[in-house]
Structures are given as structure tokens and as C-alpha cells.
């Protein structure tokens, strides 16, 4: 089915998203019904703790993280050194399209942050969770009130990845309008423009947001480093009585980006704007309709059911290497006068009912949580191979698979609580079926190889978590939890012909977490705890043999800490100079990492994007809607590739960020940004293909209207 029909079914259909759940500083109330969450129309910044329980979700005993984006300047391009300056342990792989690769304690690669559950509102956004799991779409983080970061196995009630979750809770209707309207537009460095657009308000029973968003730029790479994207988003939440609520939503996204290629350090050091691909070209689109039926069945009982539909399409083509040159691509310019063409669709359908009981006994309140997901997905993939010119954007079929997933899971936490003592016992069945039917053909059409390949993997998940108050709202917690990586289409059933499979069993892994957190003071927060993930079974390619490359252990630290340096003066001194001079908050946080892969072909080395320490700092400061941040990311030197091949060093970095937000009248508002104030020189993402260059000195000002 064409994009074009899909969204014009979508749209014609009423679909729901849903009010997400945030701690009750952010909610605001009709009838009897609570609304947890926020409009882009507040600014309250919200805990980093999560509280223990929030809807039909425990977070009791692990380590959870609210990272609220009011606290910083409105983050423009997708800026995530920004977004999650305050937030130890994740690791940016850099790049300037609008793709976003995340990485977390050297727990696979970032590449497309698929070591993760990444969700929207609590809804899977990978391109498969399980077969394909590239987040290729995230949404723009001008809608995003908050990201909630559950850590390592403690994110079992979303699912098995090993890295944890982060769930993107985009805004909500206003309630306290009958309509709003915004608009942001942004220009910068690069021919860099961005433009949101939003109304929202609440008439009745009913409320809507919706929003439209563009962004584009010419890239600093000399040619072919252009991208262009547009999104929008509609909900509507109806309140159909004082118990129930009803949340639909629709949202469709189109992007496309060149792709310049990497250089190799020769080249980087001579010039790092230079283009090494003329041709490649990556473009995405994403089509979904969601559904969700809030329900509060009586006093501690609550309902909570999702659906969902999808269209996803990845699409390329890129430039082939010539005979001569091999397979050798790190850092070449393709000479070669063929493209590689590459097409996959993704029509997904996704059920998830969750439910809340609150009960008493053994002298202690204690809350259940239980549920299920439902997930189907048909991935067509058709590879091509151009033979009108390196550009050529269609050809002769060289591949045609057949993929579909068949997955379900049943999933249970219970809090039980004596006192100041939590106990949460868990436990997660999955179940994953991949049946992969797949042909190569030769550039004749004649076909070479036929597959046809199920696999059903069956996993039972563990995990606990312990937590225990003490006097001045501080919390020692800890975590144990299992997790688990299935297999992916291309460890399932590898095309690329003279390729093998010598084990393909989903890894398995376990994570322990012990920490401190608190805010013991209202101008102190922190939190810091030690770990060890042991991570059984990564897989790699060596002589195009894929198999287990080993387990690896990965110990550390992690810290954390903010100060409101002109709230602790007043609350020292006995001094009112917040009220005059606003807030004026310092933050460090740090971890520390040690990794070792033990076994296989790379026994002994360390693992990819593992770097011994990542340090961020910096300053906020706030005053009746003035935000000012100066914001610092340290990184110490690591490696891109579990072999640890020179080509694939990442030399340590650091670089600052400065940014502003300045209201000028009750409507209107100006931001301006100086990124990599310093004009640092470095990369933090390397591919087969070469290196990425990070992003030099660059610019952005403009200004938001709303009434």
C-alpha cells in the first residue's frame, strides 16, 4: 500500500495516543479524572526521580530518570549533547543528519539506538523492535515534554533490551484553553531552518494538540550533506465519564538526507569537510495510528489498553565500489559506476492491555502490575542493483525477501511495601517467531539461492528491585534484573552470499545496580550507584562468519549531582535573593567504565563505545522564563569495533554548548545558540565507510509567537 492511501485511511480514522503518566506536580484536574503529563503551554520541571508507582507502571527499586526538557532553553536540531546534558551514562554517536544513535555502557553498538526499547507515549517505535531494531524515526524534541530513561534490565515492563528504555512522552492538549496556537522558527549555520507549528486546547469533553514541523540544512560537508524532513501529529482526547478516557492520535513523517561518506584519517586531518560519496541518498518514511482507553475500574483498580498501526519504509541507494577497489570501503571514494539499491517496508500491529491493582495484607500496601503485548509485523525487503549510473535509484533485483514476526509477551511486577521497604519481585515470558523467506538473483535475473527459515525463540526474564527510604528524602535502591537480545533478520538468515551462521542464539544477560539518590535539600539533588552488566553471547562478523564474539563485563561508576548555587546562599545565609535574582544551577555528572570482552575472537579487547569516562558540566540559569545554559561533554578516548581495528579509534573530546531563551513580551519570545563554542575538532561516530566528522562551530537564533 502507497504512503499517500495510508495516510489518507489514517487520517480518516480516530486513533489514540495517550495522557502519559508524570508526577502529580505536572497534573491538573477535570471532574475526577487526573491528567498526568503537560502542554507545551506549561513549564513545570518535573522530579528526576519518578515516583514509585505512576498509572499502571512501577518504578520501585531501579533506576529511573525524568529528564524533563523545561529545565534547559528550548534544544534546537535535535541537539542531544543538550537534551541529555543532565543524564550520566548515555553516549551520543554524532552525526549531522537527523538520525540519532544512542549507545549506554558499552552495550552494543548506539547505531540507531538499537541496544534499546525506544518508545513514543509507550508505543514501539523501531522499525521492528525485534527483527530490525533501527529507531531510523524519533520524534522532534520541540513535542517532547519529557523522556522517561529506565536503566539496564530494570526496564523490564517494556521489553528485553539489555541498554534499557527511553520513552518519549510528547505534550498533551492544554485543558486550560478552549484554543492556543504557537509558532517557532529557527535559522542557523549551514543554511540550517527549522519551523513548529502547534494549536491545542480543550472544549467540553474533548481536548486536541496538533503540530507540524520542517526542519532543513545544507550540511558543512563540501556537497551532498543536505537534508530535509516534515512531520506532523494530531490528538484528540475525549472523556467519555469521570472514569474513562479515550486518546487517539495519527502521525505521519517524511525525511531524506544525502549522504556524504567517510574519510579516513589522512583525509580527516587534510580536510574534514571533505565529501567522499556524491551519490548516497537515504530517505524514510513513517505512517501510524495509535489508540488508548484510559479506565479507572473502581478505587486502586486501573485499565490501560494501547493499539496500534504502521507503515514504515527505509529506502537508499549508494554508490558501489569499483572492481579495483575491493571491498575495501573505509574512507574511499567510490569509483565504481553501479549502485546498491535497498528498499524495506515495515506494516506493523501492536495490542498491549495493562492493568493496576492496589491490596492490602501482611501488614503492607503492595500494588500489582500485569499485562501482555501483541505484535505482528510484515517486512517486504527488495535489493536492486543500478546499472544506469552510480546514482540510479532503481535496477535489476538481486534480492527479495519475505520477512514477518509473530510476537507476544506476558509481563508481572508486584511492590510490596512495609514501611520504608519496597520490594518488587518481576517477571517477563517472550515469545519471538521470525520467519524469513528470502532470494539472491544475479544481475542476469537468474536466481542463485532460495531460504526459507523460522525461528521461535521462547524467554522467561527475572528480575528484583529493593528500595529503602531514610530521613531526608533519600533512597537507597538496587536492582537486579536479566535481559535479552533476540535475534535480528540478519543474524536469522544472512543474504549476503559466501556468509554464514555458526550460532545464533539470542544473547542473554544480566544487570546489578546498587545506588543512592535523593533531594535532600530543594535546591540539592543527586544519585550515583556502581553496576556490573554481564552481557552472555555478542555477536560479530569475522570472515564473514557470524557467531558469538564472546561475553563481556562491564563494571562502573555512575554520578550525579545539581545545586542551585543562589538557592543555597539564601537557604545558608537566610537570604531572599532567588526571588530577585532567579536560579542559578551547576550540575556535574561522570561515569566511570570498565569493559573487557572475554572469549571468542576478541578475547581481551575492550568492547565498541565503551570509553573509560564521560564527564558532563555546566551552568543553567533561569529568571521569569529567561533560560541561559553553558553546557560541557567530556569523552574519553574508546574504540568503534569490538576487534579494536585502529581505523576505528574515537581520540577523547570535550566541547561546550551555549544557549538562550528570552521571553520579550507574554508572547513572544527570542533563542538563540552558539554549538561547539570552542569550535572543537573530533568525530564520535565511525562506519565501515569511514569516519564522520562531528560538527564544528555553528549557530542558530530565532524566536517563538504565541497567543
Known sequence: MKPQLLSTLFACLALPLRAQESPPTAATTLDTITVYGESENDSVVQNPFPLPVEGTKIFAGKRATVIDLDALPKVQANNYRQALALTPGLLISEETTPLVSIGYRGIGTPARTQFMQVLKDGIPIHADPFGYPEAYYTPPLDVVDRIEFIRGGGSLMYGPQPAGTLNYITYIPDRNT??????????????????????????????????????????????????????????????????????????????????????????????????????????????????????????????????????????????????????????????????????????????????????????????????????????????????????????????????????????????????DLTITPGFRLESVEQSVHSKTFNTAGVLQSERDVTKHDIQPLFGLGIAYDLPAETQIYANISQSYRPTVFTESVIATPGSTVTDSDPGLGWSYELGYRGTPRQWFTFDTSVFLVDQDNRFAVSNNVLGSAGRSINIGWDGAFQVDLIGAYDALQGTKLASQLGSLSFHANTTLLNAEIKGGPNDGSTPQFAPDYMVRTGLIYGLKGVKVSFLGTFVADHKAQDSNNPNFDIPSYMTWDLTAEVPVTKNFTLMAGLNNVFNEDYYSRITSNGIDPAYGRNFYLGASFQF
Open 178 to 419: 478552549p484554543f492556543s496556537f504557537r509558532t517557532q522558527n529557527i535559522g542557523g549555520t549551514d543554511g540550517f531552518f527549522s519551523n513548529y507549528t502547534a494549536i491545542t486546547g480543550t472544549v467540553g469533553k474533548v481536548g486536541y494538540y496538533g503540530y507540524f514541523n520542517h526542519r532543513e540544512s545544507e550540511g558543512f560537508r563540501t556537497s551532498n550533506s543536505d537534508y530535509h524532513l516534515d512531520g506532523g501529529h494530531f490528538k484528540i482526547s475525549y472523556d467519555v465519564d469521570a472514569d474513562t478516557r479515550w486518546i487517539l492520535a495519527v502521525d505521519a513523517y517524511e525525511q531524506e538526507n544525502d549522504e556524504p561518506g567517510g574519510l579516513s584519517y589522512s583525509d580527516y586531518v587534510r580536510n574534514r569537510d571533505k565529501t567522499t560519496r556524491t551519490n548516497d541518498v537515504f530517505s524514510l518514511s513513517r505512517y501510524v495510528v495509535s489508540a488508548e482507553l484510559q479506565h479507572k475500574i473502581q478505587d486502586g483498580t486501573e485499565l490501560d489498553v494501547k493499539m496500534w498501526a504502521g507503515y514504515y519504509n527505509r529506502y537508499s541507494h549508494r554508490q558501489r565500489l569499483s572492481t579495483q577497489q575491493g571491498t575495501n570501503a573505509f574512507g574511499v571514494t567510490p569509483e565504481g559506476t553501479q549502485s546498491n539499491i535497498e528498499d524495506q517496508t515495515f506494516y506493523s500491529l501492536g495490542f498491549e492491555p495493562r492493568i493496576r491493582q492496589d491490596w492490602q495484607a501482611l501488614g503492607g500496601e503492595h500494588t500489582l502490575t500485569a499485562g501482555m503485548q501483541f505484535y505482528l509485523m510484515d517486512s517486504p525487503r527488495r535489493d536492486q542493483r543500478g546499472l544506469s549510473g552510480p546514482a540510479a535509484s532503481s535496477g535489476v533485483t538481486t534480492g527479495d525477501s519475505q520477512r514477518d514476526v509473530f510476537y507476544y509477551s506476558f509481563f508481572a511486577e508486584n511492590k510490596f511495601t512495609w514501611g
